[in-house]
C-alpha cells in the first residue's frame, strides 16, 4: 500500500544539525512533488519546504527555514530528506513527510518524526 | 503569508450541523481552488477529508462538505457523530506557490 515512513528525529542541541529521512513506496516516488509539514507540541500544522518531482529542481521553503533547511531527493532510493542546520528551541515539531496528490491535495502523511531541540 | 485564521474551537450534538470557518485573503483562499481540509484526532496524521474546496476523496463520508465564497472557506459536518471529535486544520496554496494553514479548529462532540 502506499506507505510513508519518517526516521532520523531526536534530541539535538540548539545550534546543532539532524537530517530526517523518507521512505516511500507503493507509488512511482519520482512522478510526485514532495512536501514536510511540521507540527509543534500542542501548536496547528506548518508547512515547511517542497520539492518538485523528478529532477527536484525546484526547491521552496518557509521564511522560517530558509537558509537553514535544506530539502532533497533521491529517487533511486525512494526517499525524501530533510537537512536541518542552526536549529532553534522554535524548530521543535513532529516533522511530517507527505506527498500532494496535486496543489490542492495533500493526501498521504507519514507517522512524523520528533524533533526535540534543547540544551 | 500569515497562518489562515480558524475559530479555536466549536461544539455540537450529536446528528447536529456545525460549520468551520477559514478565512485568508485575496492571495491565497481568496485566489485559490485548492483549498483542502484536514481531520487530525489526537496522536495521530492528519487526515485529508476536503479537496480543491468542495471535493471528498474515495471513502469520506459524505456528511462532510466544503465551500468557498471570496475569501473565506467553510466546512461543514452535518450528523455529527462522537467519531467526528478532532482538530481540524484548513490548507490552501497561495500565489507564491507555497501553502499556507489555518491556525486549527477544535471540534467538541457534546
Known amino acids: 500500500q502506499v506507505q510513508l515512513v519518517e526516521s532520523g528525529g531526536g534530541l539535538v542541541e540548539p545550534g546543532g544539525s539532524l537530517r530526517l529521512s523518507c521512505a516511500a513506496s507503493?507509488?512511482?516516488?519520482?512522478?510526485?512533488?514532495m512536501t514536510w509539514i511540521r507540527q509543534a507540541p500542542g501548536k496547528g500544522l506548518e508547512w515547511v519546504s517542497y520539492?518538485?518531482?523528478?529532477?527536484?529542481?525546484?526547491?521552496y521553503y518557509a521564511d522560517s527555514v530558509k537558509g537553514r533547511f535544506t530539502i532533497s531527493r533521491d529517487n533511486a532510493k525512494n526517499s525524501l530528506y530533510l537537512q536541518m542546520n542552526s536549529l532553534r528551541v522554535e524548530d521543535t515539531a513532529v516533522y511530517y513527510c507527505?506527498?500532494?496528490?496535486?496543489?490542492?491535495?495533500?493526501?498521504?502523511w507519514g507517522q512524523g518524526a520528533m524533533v526535540t531541540v534543547s540544551s | 503569508h500569515s497562518a489562515l485564521t480558524q475559530p479555536a474551537s466549536v461544539s455540537g450534538s450529536p446528528g447536529q450541523s456545525i460549520a468551520i470557518s477559514c478565512t485568508g485573503s485575496?492571495?491565497?483562499?481568496?485566489?485559490?481552488?485548492?483549498v483542502s481540509w484536514y481531520q487530525q484526532h489526537p496522536g495521530k496524521s492528519p487526515k485529508l477529508i476536503i479537496y480543491?474546496?468542495?471535493n471528498r476523496p474515495s471513502g469520506v463520508s459524505d456528511r462532510f462538505s466544503g465551500y468557498k465564497s471570496g475569501n473565506t472557506a467553510s466546512l461543514t459536518i452535518s450528523g455529527l457523530q462522537a467519531e467526528d471529535e478532532a482538530d481540524y486544520y484548513c490548507?490552501?496554496?497561495?500565489?507564491?506557490?507555497?501553502?499556507?494553514f489555518g491556525g486549527g479548529t477544535k471540534l467538541t462532540v457534546l
Open positions: 507503493g507509488f512511482t516516488f519520482s512522478d510526485y512533488y
Open positions: 507527505v506527498r500532494p496528490a496535486n496543489w490542492g491535495s495533500l493526501d498521504i
Open positions: 485575496s492571495s491565497d483562499v481568496g485566489d485559490s481552488k485548492y
Open positions: 520539492i518538485s518531482s523528478r529532477s527536484g529542481s525546484a526547491m
Open positions: 490548507n490552501s496554496l497561495t500565489s507564491s506557490s507555497t501553502w499556507v
Open positions: 480543491d474546496v468542495s
